[in-house]
């Protein structure tokens, strides 16, 4: 069984940044990639960010050259450093990582999600 907790999310105006990480734990035996997600309100779940075991990144259009995504392996931790930030960035964001279980079994495992509100 493998978990994801996520942390940062919170209330930033405009043009600010937030930093979020999320990291897994359990029966891990390697991850394959990580990537995060985000749901606003009345809209379906949109991929925002993946990035690859050997560091190839992919970005949804509406935040390119304002997020980041970046990982630490050895902590098996994912991030996502929001720069820039506007309103309709305002969602519930979820990482996600595909990993590979000590049973010998790929996972696609979910955070419970940080909320993440741009205002005024």
């Known amino acids: 069984q493998v978990q994801l907790v996520e942390s940062g999310g919170g209330l930033v105006q405009p043009g600010g940044s937030l930093r979020l990480s999320c990291a897994a734990s359990g029966s891990i035996f390697s991850i394959n990639t990580m990537g995060w997600y985000r749901q606003a309100p009345g809209k379906e779940r949109e991929l925002v960010a993946t990035i690859g075991s050997g560091g190839r990144t992919n970005y949804a259009d509406s935040v390119k050259g304002r997020f980041t995504i970046s990982s630490y392996n050895a902590k098996n931790t994912v991030y996502l450093q929001m720069n820039s930030l506007k309103p309709n960035d305002t969602a519930v964001y979820f990482c996600?990582?595909?990993?590979?279980?000590?049973?010998?079994?790929?996972?696609?495992?979910w955070g419970q999600g940080t909320l993440v509100t741009v205002s005024s």
């Open positions: 996600k990582m595909r990993i590979a279980t000590t049973s010998g079994l790929w996972e696609d495992a």
